[in-house]
């Protein structure tokens, strides 16, 4: 009958399109365990992974694209790219006191095209996101084609790019670097004699040029990006505050410098506006993290706002359950709310599945949680893991 050979066709299709649906999700599988071995490779001091996972010449194109870099510069960075691939790599993380590992957080691939995000965690509660572009090579196996550095601010190739034009910022390559096309030969003098102070680490020579500059000048993304980087490296709290000034004003919510501001924000006791600089990051990766909800949950306890510090926290152990920053930031939060009873949930997590020991002299030496010792809650709780 015909609606027995139609029904059969659609059986049919049915299992194909589940056929092909599995191999492409096993595909994807194969692919993100490629990748974590990769990450899984930086952890373990390994550089040789994520090198063998660039296409040299792939990426010096990407590098060089159409800038005017000079020949002299170009050559070089061809000769010594495969040696200082490397510290160009890591030169951009935040200093640490310990080793910087990565995590994966996010994977995704369709076609010929895929996207990872890896956040690295270094001392201080401090992090860098890289959004990795990546693609298949020969042989299907997995390649890196570029990626967006949170903490640098910009594509590793345009960043690298950038520098080798300053390297030797000839007037035709500074001009090329700017968007206002139109500016007077004077003003490109002055543009490159400033980017060669950023290529040589003078923060001084850089704001004796910079403060003869006209405001066009001052708003161009270039320098305004460098300025914030030299006042941060000068420690000057002045310099520091009027470029972020400048930055915000000129690039309000540009997620490239969100991540910057965060640590700006924290440090000068300007909660909210990490927060808010923080959702900006949040919505640019397209995910919400452990790190990030924990950082909003910590700075909402610095201003006294215990309801949203214990939103965020739960927010915090939802998206990212297996970070162990979540759940002491759950702890803490319920405990600043005198939730004690909810505060009981982080302290099982942190010793079932973390490996503390969460007694009340432990707890005593925390000034955070030592109020926490003699609540009846942490008692009961206490006494049944005796």
Known sequence: MKWVQQLAAAAAFVVILWSASASANAETDRLRAEFQEIVQGLNDDSFDKFRRAIVQKDMLARIFADRLIETEVKKSITKTFSTSFQQMFTSSFPKSKKEILGTLIEFQFQGNEGRAIVRYAS????????????????????????????YDSGRFSDNVGEALVMAMPSKPASRKLLTNKSLSDGDIFQVAELFKAVRDNKPDRFFQIYDGLNEALLREKVIVRASFNLALIARDKARTRNAVRVLVETYPNDPLFSLRLVEYYISTRQYQEAIDALVVLQDSLGLKDGATESLKASAALAMGNTGDAEQYAVQATVVEPSLELSWWSLLRARTRAENYGGATEALTRLEDEFGHTLDPEQLRRDPFLKVLADKQEYLDWRATRE
Do not use: P, T
């Open 123 to 150: 001392s201080g509660y401090r992090y860098s996101y890289h959004v990795y572009e990546l693609g298949l090579g020969s042989k299907g196996r997995l390649v890196i084609l570029d990626w967006i550095d949170y």
